[in-house]
């Protein structure tokens, strides 16, 4: 679903039409109108951006922690709010805030505007569930985002009870496993899971109570619950239970478990991240700080919801937004309409995640490539836009924006006045483009699940891009030696470390693992490798985790590796592979089949996709331009492919460096998590990747010299 969430939002945000009016206007417009926009400042000073905590080292060698510019006191940061420390608190806070304004936003269809339920509907609808309260009571929800799965959540909090989201793209197994290993009595789904969930509770004992987000039941579903020994009900039936039935409110505490957050791993089960009320209060009042240092969020803020829920990410967004009484709309659910419901809720907030948005730039660009005159007058609006930027001016008001970027502003309502993004990392050049483009703050985080999203960010006005930011005031982080691969902290560079109340408590019965990634003195292993710059933020360089050595000794990243050469605009996605017994990488690559059909078009090609991956031409020129993404992303020669292989054909280039691809095979088919080729969060299920393709790299191997 999020690849066709990514392609929805970029068909129609990229339409060369959205970038220009008329050419001819630029023959005529030497200059742009200046206006008398107040410049912004920095609310620190950009050139010393953190600084050392005294006392405290790192046990393995190496340098001292730094702490975020933000931390006023000696002590991290718990809540931004006196009144607002557990998530129930939070939620009460908001509804204050926005003297009790809307909450929860949802349309029936394209042709109809955003219905809203107020802070105080919403409160007094949420459902009782029917299950015991308290922190032995966990309830699992299987959904999409929706005001439902809101309401649900905020149930738990009211009644100490423990969410465990269930990723939608989670197959039978998975959600099985989770549902054993938590004992969970309860789970709240949407429609469309109801009769696979049904199915597949013979494997559940525990199990006994689905509720359906649906407004009916059907014989079909009633009868395959009693048959199964369940007891089915619909949200309504339960809030009329409810009310029938009062039970006193039994708001969560601080120490309180809030939720356990199931990351998939490449192999074998889930693994649950344990959260508390302390946790993700702490992030997001962490994030808070942040973006509050220059913007001011209130109840006039409104964020669409098409990230899903059951990632922290999008949960710490809405968190933070409902503390200072904002607004949530939710997409329908359609990929195909969200822009549609974008421009219907005019939001003020965006986040996106860096495959979307990197997919935006790429199309723009080759769209305004296509015309002299539209290539022109795009250059020249990003320099204007970009001289404002660096003297502090953000504005969307300017000639420019109306001549060139107002309607790809409009594609997002027009309202957006902050954009933040994570999950992976953007170029900055792509960074570049969206202040320019968009007229508002841009800001990059960085952080896992197991610090409940967020554990960095950029400091609002900071336009030097390839970094992640400042801790934030909740963590201070420290570096440790990686000396296996020639990291040592002393020289500002090593494993990324994190410390603080946003950190997680472990993983939910798993021992073994909960000490593979906390130490003994409460520090959460990233596994990313980083180096502190000069002005103090922090930069993500490497990764730990994967790492293998080649047959010279040379030790390799692959995932950094990855991360490159999907920058290249032929290549969607690669998986980089080295046999420890060889001298060099090989790697499968899926090139982007909407720029290599547009490729085949501008050179009157007519064959299909998967005939063009079969050609030697292509093959060369993606290629070459692998090759020379690497060589200007500062990859090592070790650290180029030596072998890519494409899937559908093989062919030798004699003339190629040695460290450069001699044998190419297309992969026409994306990995996706249908093909087992990805994870329910989207990252390369490598073991799996690796069997599927060993036929392929040992021919690939005997074809490199030896």
Excluded at 113 to 124: D, K, R
Aim: hydrophobic letters at 40%; a neutral charge; charged letters at 20%.
């Amino acid at each position: 679903m999020a690849e066709e969430t990514h392609s929805a939002l970029v068909n129609f945000l990229s339409d060369p039409a959205t970038l220009v009016g008329l050419g001819v206007v630029a023959a005529g417009t030497a200059y742009y109108l200046s206006s008398r926009t107040t410049p912004f400042s920095p609310p620190v000073p950009l050139g010393n951006q953190t600084s050392e905590v005294p006392n405290v080292f790192s046990s393995e060698g190496g340098e001292r922690a730094r702490k975020s510019p933000f931390q006023k006191t000696d002590d991290l940061m718990t809540s931004f709010y006196e009144d607002a420390k557990t998530l129930y608190q939070s939620f009460q806070r908001g509804k204050r805030e926005s003297k009790n304004g809307p909450c929860l936003g949802w349309r029936v269809g394209p042709d109809h505007p955003y219905q809203w339920l107020s802070y105080q509907e919403f409160g007094a609808g949420l459902v009782q569930l029917g299950v015991e309260t308290g922190q032995d009571s966990f309830v699992g929800i299987y959904a999409r985002n929706s005001p439902e799965w809101v309401v649900t959540e905020q149930s738990c909090n009211y009644y100490s009870r423990v969410l465990v989201p269930l990723y939608d793209t989670l197959g039978a197994e998975a959600v099985a496993y989770i549902i054993n290993q938590t004992c969970m009595s309860v789970v709240v789904c949407e429609a469309s899971k109801l009769l696979p969930l049904i199915k597949h509770s013979g494997n559940c004992p525990s199990l006994r109570l689905i509720i359906t987000m649906a407004n009916s039941i059907s014989s079909e579903e009633r009868d395959a619950a009693q048959q199964a020994g369940l007891v089915l009900h619909t949200m309504a039936d339960v809030k009329v239970m409810g009310r029938e039935t009062p039970v006193e409110l039994m708001p969560a505490a601080v120490e309180s478990l809030a939720t356990i957050c199931y990351t998939s791993g490449t192999t074998g089960n889930p693994k649950g991240v344990i959260l508390t009320n302390e946790n993700m209060v702490a992030d997001a009042s962490g994030v808070l700080a942040l973006v509050e240092s220059s913007i001011t969020i209130g109840p006039e803020d409104v964020h669409i919801s098409y990230l899903p829920l059951a990632h922290m990410m999008e949960r710490l967004v809405e968190l933070f937004l409902f503390m200072n009484g904002a607004r949530v709309g939710f997409f329908r659910g359609d990929v195909k309409e969200l822009v549609n419901d974008i421009q219907a809720l005019k939001p003020t907030f965006f986040v996106s995640v860096p495959r979307l948005l990197n997919r935006v730039y790429d199309k723009v660009i080759a769209g305004v490539s296509a015309s002299p005159i539209k290539k022109w007058l795009f250059q020249k609006a990003m320099a204007s836009k970009r001289r404002e930027i660096e003297r502090g001016v953000i504005r969307r008001d300017s000639m420019w924006d109306w001549i060139v970027f107002s309607k790809i502003q409009n594609t997002l309502g027009g309202r957006v006045r902050i954009i933040v993004t994570g999950s992976a990392p953007i170029s900055a050049k792509v960074m570049d483009f969206l202040r320019c483009a968009f007229g508002c703050l841009v800001l990059e985080g960085y952080g896992q699940t197991e610090c409940a999203a967020a554990a960095s960010g950029t400091v609002p006005g900071d336009i030097r891009g390839g970094h992640v930011g400042v801790p934030l005031p909740c963590n201070i982080i420290k570096l440790v030696d990686v000396a296996e691969m020639d990291y040592f902290a002393e020289n500002g560079e090593g494993e990324i470390c994190f410390k603080g109340p946003n950190v997680f408590k472990g993983y939910y019965k798993d021992e073994e693992k909960t000490k593979e990634a906390l130490d003994s003195d409460g520090w959460l292993h990233s596994g990313d490798i980083g180096r502190w710059e000069p002005n103090g933020t922090l930069r993500i360089v490497d990764r730990k985790k994967h790492i293998f050595k080649l047959a010279q000794g040379e030790y390799i990243a692959p995932e950094k590796i990855e991360n490159m050469y999907i920058t290249s605009k032929y290549v969607a996605q690669t998986y980089v592979y080295g046999d420890s017994l060889k001298a060099a990488l090989v790697a499968i690559v899926v090139p982007d089949e909407e720029v290599v059909l547009k490729w085949a078009k501008d050179n009157r090609k007519t064959e299909t996709f998967e005939d063009l991956c079969q050609t030697q031409e292509l093959k060369k020129l993606i290629h070459k331009d692998m090759t020379q993404t690497g060589k200007e992303g500062g990859l090592h020669s070790f650290e180029q492919a030596s072998h890519l292989h494409l899937e559908s054909a093989k062919y030798a280039l004699s003339n190629l460096n040695p460290n450069c691809a001699k044998a190419i095979f297309l992969e026409s088919e994306p990995f996706s998590v249908d093909n087992n080729g990805l994870t329910p969060t989207f990252k390369l299920r490598r073991p799996f990747l690796k069997s599927k393709y060993m036929a392929t790299f040992v021919q690939l191997y005997s074809q490199l010299p030896s």
